[in-house]
């Protein structure tokens, strides 16, 4: 397991590197600073990830030769909305950005999001860098180029496909953070796991509760990225296979759309929905009994809730969620596509979902188990 990978996500002229490990950041600041032709850069920063890491940020800035404009603002779900969207779109604006001109998102997932949609839509797309932060945001959001907001109908239900140009997923960072937002985005690498890498699913149930320490993250953010570089290579715009990354949130999502604001996180939220994808796959007879609880347990083991009852942000309600999931994207002919499972580390895309019947099943989950 070495201390530094680095995954290329193939994508023609528009391929990207994704340094993972610590010390990463140092060791981009040649790569920085050739993607700041004018030596100038716009940082929208986390304001307590800035005030943890600003020192060693600014230095390799400064190895970079690069001037940073920075834009500091409160991480969080409430970050990704159109009132956010607007004052950050403004602010480059104000100074006269050009195309070609790095905005570079330093802080979790929805830092990035609300950046990289910005960068999108700022005359008409300019240059995009992701400095993730959090343990969610290096293994998953901050690769593959999905940007977005939330809005009053759901989750990230308005957002562009805009690829950054480098993703510097520096594991320092991590030391830092808060042990429920590790858990959180542990969620996503078992997600890789379950989807397509049965191996990697064993390797983090025999690593246990050391799964989530330093020398094993490493190696299992990279293996994580690596397995989604390798799908958006194949999918970019999820027109097929790449809608398997959505494994756990149709569920997740109408989680989080229906909790009290500020309760729940993401990775909790997909936690539990990958729990009921796999129960629901259970019980149409696609995954063998069993995988539920296997699953389940791992993710316990690691601090998450995995019971849509155990969930914070409730009560909730079947008849609400099923409302949320109509809304989702990969919906067609307006019926639910779900994400479910044939067994650990093979997911499949299944559409036109029984609503009734999720209905029902939910109904279960929340009352009678
Ligand atoms: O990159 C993807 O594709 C994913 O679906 C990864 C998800 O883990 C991630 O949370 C993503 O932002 C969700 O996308 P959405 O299309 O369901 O909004």
């Given at each position: ?14 391929s ?51 001037r ?41 997932g ?11 839509i ?5 240059r ?92 299992f ?15 970019e ?23 009290v ?109």
């Amino acid at each position: 397991m070495s201390a530094r990978q680095t995954v290329r996500v193939e994508l023609g002229a528009r391929s990207y590197d994704v340094m993972v490990g610590e010390g990463a950041l140092e060791s981009a600041a040649l790569h920085l600073a050739g993607l700041c032709p004018n030596g100038r850069a716009f940082l929208i920063a986390d304001r307590i990830a800035l005030a943890h890491h600003r020192d060693r940020l600014m230095a390799t800035l400064e190895a970079a030769q690069v001037r940073p404009e920075i834009i500091e603002i409160e991480g969080g779900e409430g970050a990704k909305n159109w009132t956010r969207l607007q004052q950050v779109t403004e602010a480059l604006l104000e100074h006269n950005i050009e195309r070609n001109e790095p905005v570079i998102a330093f802080g979790g997932g929805t830092i990035g999001d609300l950046a990289g949609f910005a960068a999108a839509i700022v005359k008409r797309g300019t240059r995009f860098i992701q400095i993730p932060t959090t343990l969610l945001a290096q293994v998953d959001s901050s690769v593959g180029g999905k940007t977005g907001i939330n809005t009053a109908q759901g989750k990230n239900l308005a957002g562009a496909f805009h690829q950054p140009a480098l993703v510097i997923a520096d594991t320092g960072f991590l030391l830092s953070l808060p042990r429920r937002e590790l858990a959180a985005g542990y969620a996503e690498i078992v997600k890789a796991g379950l989807i397509g890498d049965h191996a990697l699913y064993e390797r983090l149930e025999e690593a246990g509760s050391q799964a989530l320490s330093l020398p094993y993250l490493t190696g299992f953010i990279a293996a994580s990225v690596q397995f989604k570089a390798d799908i958006v290579a194949e999918d970019e715009r999820e027109a097929g296979r790449r809608a398997l990354l959505n494994l756990g949130h149709t569920f997740g999502h109408a989680f989080e759309a229906e909790a009290v604001p500020g309760t729940l996180v993401h990775g909790e939220a997909v936690a539990a929905g990958m729990v009921l994808a796999l129960r629901y796959s259970e019980r149409i007879g696609t995954a063998p009994e069993g995988s539920a609880a296997r699953v389940a347990r791992h993710l316990r083991e690691a601090g998450l809730p995995t019971g849509p009852r155990a969930l914070p942000g409730g009560p909730y309600s079947a008849e609400r969620l099923v409302e949320r999931m109509d809304g989702d994207k990969k919906n067609s002919g307006g019926a639910i596509t779900l994400i479910l499972s044939r067994g650990l580390g093979e997911a499949y895309i299944r559409p036109g979902a029984d609503r009734d019947d999720l209905t029902a099943f939910l109904r279960e989950e929340l009352h009678d188990r």
